[in-house]
Structures are given as structure tokens and as C-alpha cells.
């Protein structure tokens, strides 16, 4: 399948101390294509030693594919909670979820996962039952009683609650750039599983996180999406690491979306969120090709 709104790219930059151990400039940039079976790999190297870029490649290669990993076991819960609720429309199925059924779906689905920030479902006005007013104003609903229950990790002490999604119809762009209801229009427009670029929620605290779409879709009619909320921490955590690995972090790494924006940085996490030119103001054209 195709991811449409997320490329990661792995970017990994070697500086001076480097330059003076093996006389060596190297940019290495690790590309995970649009497919998420395939990592296609770019690079700028002038290398002392064709043992030494192997050696690069290789280890690249194996943080590309532990980024993958992790951003497929998202993936695969959105759409396995997708498949389940498609089968409530599609009639050769005709499968009998409730909403109370469903949210407890949900909850059992992020207790299970605890690298999870949050799961949850939204359905088009009276998409789900027609049942949309009975339920206005209530805990999962919005006013209309449109069914958008977003279990979560919100509390301090990281218990799950719930809560309504918010912004979901919002075309208004965010700071980044990136429409502030971008989770919802963009599989609603395109038909399509997205990963949607890094953004930040405030409950109590400045959440960095990505959301893994998923559209709930039946002879081609769009009802809704199931989602899989993941914080931008472990990704920090993984570059931070792999920093390390690499020649006793002699290299900076950092994890940039489709659209330029830094997902991860291994020494200077504050530019998460930021675009690529606020890290490479000369070289953020060239990184991104």
C-alpha cells in the first residue's frame, strides 16, 4: 500500500570529529519510499574506504527498517479496527457493533498496545446507525451526536479516558503548515490509508505525536476512519540511540516527513515540528530530493 501524506526520511549527518578520524564527508540519507515494504537509499559520500561505507549502509539500513517496524504495528491495528467496522455497512457481513461496543473496542485495543497515545473512530453524520441524535451532546459525541470517541493517554499519570476528537472539519492550517483537521479530510478526500505529518496536542502537556489512518470504506463509500495515535518520544528515542551507535556519536540523525518537517533530531529535539530549513537553511532543498 501506499502511505499519501508521510515519506520518512532518515537523515543522518557526520561533522567534524568524523572528518578527522577517517577523512571522510559524509550525508547519508535513508529514504523510506512510498511503499512501506521498500527503503530506497540516497547518498552524497566521499569515503576513505569502501569497507567504511558499507559499514555506514548497513547500519542505516537496520534503524530504517526498526523506524518501519514501529510505524507498521500502528498501521496494521488502524486497519484491523478498519476491517471490523467496515463489516457494520458492508451486507454480506452485516456485523452488529453498538457504540458502547465499539468504544470498548477502542480501550481494550490501547490497553494492549502501551507505545500507543490513542485510538479511536469517526463516522460521517448518521453514518454509523442513523442513530445520531440520540446520542447529542454526549461523552464521544459532538452536539449533533456524530459518533468521534478518541481514547487516550491524556492524564498525567498516563491512564486512558476519553474523549471527543476535535477539529475534524477544520481546513484551518496549523503552524506547520498542515491543515488542523488534516487526520480527517485527507483519508475523506483521497479514499486512502494516510500517515499525517507530525503535529502537537495540549492536554496538561505539549504532545508531539503522528496519526495512522485508516478510511472506513464499503463499494467505494467513504463512512468514516479508524485511527492509531503514536508520540514523536519514541522515534526521539531511536535516533537518539542510533546517534550513539554510529562512531560514538560522531553523527547527528534526524527523521524529516514528506513535507519537511522534522519528526526527530538526536541533538537538538527542541527543532521537532519545525521544517528541515530551520536544521539545514543552505542544504534543505538537496536533503529533500
Not at 3 to 13: A, D, E, T, Y
Not at 28 to 39: D, G, H, L, P, Q
Not at 58 to 84: H, K, P, W
Amino acid at each position: 500500500m501506499q502511505f499519501k501524506s508521510l515519506q520518512m526520511r532518515l537523515v543522518i549527518l557526520f561533522g567534524a570529529c568524523l572528518l578527522l578520524t577517517v577523512g571522510a564527508v559524509i550525508v547519508y540519507n535513508v529514504i523510506a519510499a512510498r511503499s512501506t515494504e521498500k527503503f530506497v537509499t540516497g547518498t552524497t559520500i566521499t569515503l576513505s574506504s569502501e569497507e567504511l561505507k558499507m559499514e555506514i549502509l548497513a547500519q542505516a539500513n537496520a534503524v530504517a527498517f526498526e523506524i518501519q517496524g514501529y510505524m507498521n504495528i500502528a498501521m496494521a491495528t488502524s486497519r484491523t479496527l478498519r476491517d471490523m467496522l467496515a463489516g457494520i455497512k458492508d451486507p454480506s457481513i452485516n456485523l452488529k457493533l453498538d457504540r458502547n461496543r465499539i468504544n470498548s473496542i477502542l480501550r481494550s485495543t490501547l490497553q494492549q498496545n502501551p507505545n500507543f497515545l490513542g485510538t479511536y473512530t469517526l463516522w460521517e453524520p448518521n453514518a454509523l446507525d442513523g442513530l445520531d441524535a440520540m446520542y447529542q451532546g454526549t461523552p464521544g459525541h459532538d452536539a449533533t451526536g456524530r459518533f468521534i470517541p478518541y481514547w487516550n493517554r491524556g492524564t498525567a499519570d498516563g491512564s486512558i479516558i476519553m474523549d471527543p476528537l476535535l477539529d475534524y472539519e477544520n481546513s484551518e492550517l496549523s503552524e506547520s503548515g498542515i491543515r488542523k483537521g488534516e487526520y480527517y479530510l485527507l483519508p475523506r478526500e483521497r479514499k486512502a490509508e494516510c500517515i499525517i505529518d507530525p503535529y502537537y496536542v495540549i492536554q496538561g502537556k505539549i504532545v508531539w505525536m503522528t496519526s495512522l489512518i485508516a478510511p472506513i470504506l464499503v463499494n467505494e463509500t467513504f463512512y468514516g476512519m479508524a485511527g492509531v495515535d503514536i508520540t514523536i518520544e519514541n522515534l526521539q528515542h531511536i535516533v537518539q540511540q542510533t546517534a550513539q551507535r554510529f562512531y560514538h556519536g560522531a553523527g547527528t540523525v534526524a527523521i524529516v516527513s514528506f513535507h519537511g518537517i522534522l519528526a526527530a533530531h538526536s541533538t537538538q529535539p527542541e527543532l521537532i515540528g519545525k521544517q528541515l530549513q530551520a536544521w539545514r537553511p543552505e542544504e534543505w532543498q538537496a536533503t529533500l530530493e
